[in-house]
């Protein structure tokens, strides 16, 4: 008798429809989170007496109405995207990298120290070498909880917010002592800087080539991230190292018990982490000011965490949900200018955004997990009933 043989699924077959699935329910999840924070933010407005297409629409047109204003959002992001990536790579290990602030300091820090110290590089190289100065010094101070961790068990959380104070601490000597001023710029208070950079080492200006004024100090860095971005996910999916930080971070014991060294699984994602955390402030040092200011812009770190959790600790949707954010960024300036809606309302539409993008991520995962199970189970019954029949075929035929 003739069995009934369930088809196997090619290869595409059976990955191309997940791999649908999720990118398709992480846009629409976040989508979908955006519309009830728009919506919670409607009664926010309304009860300040402006109408919510006034304000929504000042927001837009700053942040779409010009190129300029486009630019600025991009900006913006940029910086982070890195930061966002950096807070990621530990998460996915099961790990919360607090530190990214303290180590993106220290990285201005050191490139710093390269743009001035090494300024007789020619041509571009002294950009790359600043750079990668920054990288490494970023990478030296998150090994330091990263060490305290695998050696000793201190909790990455803690450690990581005692060394951003000391961070602080470090721009603060750095600046006052071994980078202090030796020119006078203009009319700047030159005892609150560094000496301006050679111009090798800044990153050149990308908006000049869309119309975007340099104002806006869109630079090449952009490009960067979303490359650097690409590099992550390939990393975390397709790299040991990916798979290897899955199973610490879902089990530590069941990854060790597979015969993965959960330290150096560790000590790898903060060296990763260290290098993305070091490209943070490249934006502001080597593409904005061109010079260290005592008057850094500050907590792009722990911004980057918000961006890490609406982009869901993809590398996809930190992309979009740093571009969201800069739109939001830019939209305190607009409803200051054209609203009567004072400017923390912004803050709390990014507050709602985060509530609601965790809520509608956590139900939509449930229900892509309710899905799996389902054709799970439908397989499973029909492998079951594919084997009834073929020992009911097999009896029929010793008979």
């Not at 790990?95 to 571009?124: C, H, R, S, T």
């Not at 990393?235 to 610490?248: F, Q, T």
């Not at 960024?329 to 200051?336: C, F, K, L, W």
Request: include cysteine; glycine fraction near 10%.
């Amino acid at each position: 008798m003739a069995t009934i043989e369930a088809p196997i699924p090619t290869t595409r077959e059976r990955v191309r429809p997940e791999w649908l699935e999720n990118i398709g329910g992480q846009l629409l999840a976040l989508v979908a989170a955006l519309v009830i924070a728009l919506l919670l933010g409607s009664f926010i407005i309304l009860a300040y007496g402006e109408s919510p297409a006034v304000v929504y629409g000042a927001i837009l047109r700053f942040s779409f109405g010009s190129k300029d204003g486009f630019g600025y959002v991009i900006s913006i992001a940029t910086p982070l995207i890195f930061s966002a990536l950096a807070v990621a790579v530990c998460f996915k290990g099961g790990m919360f990298n607090i530190g990214v602030e303290g180590q993106y300091l220290v990285g201005m820090v050191v490139a710093a120290w390269a743009a001035l110290k090494l300024d007789f590089l020619p041509g571009p190289l002294l950009m790359w070498v600043t750079i990668l100065f920054g990288m490494l010094g970023a990478v030296a101070f998150a090994l330091v909880p990263a060490v305290l961790k695998v050696k000793t068990g201190a909790h990455e959380v803690v450690t990581t917010i005692m060394m951003n104070g000391i961070a602080i601490s470090l721009v603060a000597w750095a600046i006052n002592g071994p980078l202090h001023f030796t020119q006078k710029l203009g009319a700047f208070n030159i005892n609150l800087r560094t000496d301006p950079f050679n111009a090798n080492a800044r990153i050149p200006d990308l908006g000049h080539r869309f119309g975007v004024p340099e104002s806006a100090h869109l630079s090449w860095l952009f490009p960067m991230a979303l490359v650097t971005a690409a590099i992550v996910w390939f990393v975390l999916k397709r790299m040991r190292l990916g798979y290897e930080a899955r199973a610490v971070g879902a089990s530590a014991g069941s990854a060790q018990a597979g015969g993965i060294s959960i330290g150096s699984v560790q000590i790898e994602l903060f060296i990763l982490s260290g290098a993305l955390a070091g490209l943070v402030g490249m934006q502001q040092l080597l593409a904005d000011k061109g010079y260290l200011p005592v008057q850094y812009e500050a907590a792009l770190g722990f911004t980057g965490i918000a961006v890490a959790f609406l982009g869901q600790n993809s590398p996809l949707g930190i992309v979009l949900a740093a571009i969201l954010w800069g739109v939001l960024a830019r939209g305190e300036t607009a409803v200051q200018i054209d609203t009567n809606v004072p400017r923390e309302f912004v803050i709390i539409l990014q507050g709602i955004l985060i509530i609601s993008v965790v809520v509608t991520y956590q139900l939509a995962q449930r229900r892509l997990l309710a899905r799996q199970l389902r054709k799970a189970a439908a397989v499973e019954e029909l492998g079951d009933s594919a084997a009834v029949e073929d020992v009911e075929g097999l009896a029929k035929e010793d008979r």
